[in-house]
């Protein structure tokens, strides 16, 4: 007869096999790429997402974020990772369509058109130009007229170079007969910071990002850059309207996996994505915390989209002559 000494020890060991067996073992975490740093909308939404997706996906969700140079260097991460369905990117569609157009394969370190998978198409948002309220300046005209009466203060912010918030930015200048200067930040939150602080007195940006700032009057929108007024931001005009058509357009975030991502697990993912986005209190907090709207799509309607803005785009910043700095 077993003692009671000797029954702890073999049921501590029988629990420690059990425990140790293959059913124990948890999935490795699903990492979400962000390519800029906390305190954007990138950021906030994969924090959301991922928040959302540990449920869905019965496996743990982390977000790492890898600023730099646009989103460059956390698209270089995902083109280097395995097919595994491990590591995926939240990423504006400006990381890859404005990147293409503006900058070499060999520069960007990627090809959009072959090293990645499109997964889904996420949210849709209005872009918006933004100044610090101490220019005393509401619409695009009064500030076309601030500027030519201080053409030293002629810059502008954007999260990264070669982008549409960049390209915008240079177009407008055009527009107004005044050049404008790029000042690339490694996102819109380190921008937003300068911006309030007043190193800084204009922005291109996601009008979400500068919500806040807007609310509590620190920051002005002078106008959207859609062709029509977005219904989120109804009483901020189009900066067409005012005169300045820039071509701009709404931007939309979507998800990116290596290429080869193999079809079980693009569709798992495709599946969760969605089910996240169908949810009341997820579509609020898009809404009120970064005017964004869920909108999604597959992966195939991602590639289809991001085609037909490279048909957009491609003649008319080839026509602007724009070049982008190194």
Do not use: C
């Not at 912010?157 to 055009?174: M, P, V």
């Not at 009057?217 to 309207?241: C, H, M, W």
């Not at 709207?293 to 991001?306: F, H, I, N, P, S």
Request: aromatic fraction near 8%; hydrophobic fraction near 40%.
């Amino acid at each position: 007869m077993m003692n009671r000494k000797t029954f702890s020890v073999v049921l501590a060991a029988m629990m420690l096999g059990i425990g140790s067996g293959p059913m124990a073992q948890e999935k490795p975490p699903i990492r979400i790429l962000v390519g800029f740093p906390p305190g954007g909308a990138s950021d906030g939404l994969a924090r959301l997402m991922a928040d959302k997706l540990r449920d869905q996906l019965k496996q743990n969700v982390i977000v790492e974020n890898r600023p730099g140079v646009g989103g460059r260097i956390a698209a270089q991460a995902i083109k280097a990772a395995p097919a595994n369905g491990q590591m995926y990117m939240i990423a504006p569609n400006a990381t890859f369509t404005f990147q293409h157009l503006t900058y070499p394969v060999s520069v960007l370190g990627y090809d959009m058109n072959t090293d990645f998978t499109s997964v889904a198409r996420l949210t849709s948002y209005p872009m918006a130009m933004v100044v610090n309220t101490s220019i005393g300046t509401k619409t695009a005209k009064e500030y076309v007229a601030w500027l030519k009466a201080n053409p030293a203060k002629n810059t502008f912010g954007t999260a990264g170079q070669g982008g549409d918030t960049h390209f915008n930015g240079l177009q407008f200048g055009k527009l107004a007969g005044t050049p404008m200067q790029v000042v690339p930040y490694r996102g819109n939150g380190p921008l937003l910071i300068d911006m309030v602080g007043g190193q800084i007195l204009t922005g291109n940006m996601l009008a979400g990002d500068a919500l806040q700032h807007v609310k509590s009057g620190k920051l002005n929108y002078i106008g959207v850059f859609s062709p029509q007024r977005s219904p989120l931001l109804p009483d901020v005009p189009t900066l067409a309207e005012q005169g300045f058509n820039t071509g701009g357009d709404d931007g939309w975030m979507a998800v990116w996996g290596p290429a080869k991502l193999p079809k079980v697990e693009l569709e798992r993912m495709q599946t969760a994505i969605k089910n996240v986005l169908a949810m009341p209190d997820v579509k609020e907090m898009l809404l009120s915390k970064f005017l964004q709207v869920a909108d999604y799509r597959d992966g195939t309607e991602v590639d289809k989209q991001l085609q037909a803005e490279l048909t957009h785009w491609g003649p008319i910043i080839k026509a602007s002559g724009f070049t982008p700095e190194p």
